[in-house]
């Protein structure tokens, strides 16, 4: 089973600032197969970014991911005021399917 | 575009029984492996259960196993989750997925 590690736990910032999102994998991700999702209170995961860079439809330029291997990053260049939520990594590279547990992205 | 749609969730007491269902649309479900993840409240994403397209192979997580059975029916397009003797922790957001999660999940509530 590959065991993702998101870091850090809570990330604060303002409005504006850029936010960088770690994930690392235990082993290597085959085909880059990541994905990125965003949450907020009561809802679905949205996702993001497939493919570990893909954005996914309807998807803002601003999110972006990239890394490859064990290493991935979600990057927010410019955070708006929805921005500020839970993002998650996932695999599915390999079975079963795993999960981060999370990085909160809060307003500083 | 892909669309996964869950229902079949509810309230139901410890040790009761749910079917919980996902009607797919939007790619060629007969061909796609599919999952069920969930998410307990306040807590994060764990996968429960995997089928093959064909389904001939499942695999379940050490929690789940011998009490839910997933399973599908390809002219339907329709996953499905059978869930037996549950338990308050497994109350959870119900979703499911091809690789990637794309519905909107199905509460279900085990209390008495």
């Known amino acids: 089973e590959i065991v993702l590690t998101q870091s850090p736990g809570t990330l604060s910032l303002s409005p504006g600032e850029s936010a960088t999102l770690s994930c690392r994998a235990s082993?290597?991700?085959?085909?880059?197969?990541l994905a990125w999702y965003q949450q907020k209170p009561g809802q679905a995961p949205r996702l993001l970014i497939y493919d570990a860079s893909n954005r996914a439809t309807g998807t803002p330029d601003r999110f972006s991911g990239s890394g490859s291997g064990t290493d991935f990053i979600l990057t927010i260049s410019r955070l708006e005021p929805e921005d500020f939520a839970v993002y998650y990594c996932?695999?599915?590279?390999?079975?079963?399917?795993?999960f981060g547990p999370g990085t909160k992205v809060d307003i500083k | 575009e892909v669309q996964l749609v869950e229902s079949g969730g509810g309230l139901v007491q410890p040790g009761g029984s749910l079917r919980l269902s996902c009607e797919a649309s939007?790619?060629?479900?007969?061909?796609?492996?599919m999952h069920w993840v969930r998410q307990a409240p306040g807590k994060g994403l764990v996968w429960v259960a995997y089928i093959h397209t064909d389904g001939s192979f499942t695999t379940y997580a050490d929690s789940v196993r011998g009490r839910f059975t997933i399973s599908r029916d390809n002219a339907k397009s329709t996953l499905y989750l059978q869930m037996h003797s549950l338990r308050a922790e497994d109350s959870a957001v119900y979703y499911c997925?091809?690789?990637?999660?794309r519905g909107q999940g199905t509460l279900v509530t085990v209390s008495s």
């Open positions: 939007g790619f060629t479900f007969g061909n796609s492996w």
């Open positions: 997925a091809t690789s990637i999660l």
């Open positions: 082993q290597s991700v085959a085909k880059n197969y």
């Open positions: 996932q695999q599915y590279a390999g079975s079963p399917l795993t």
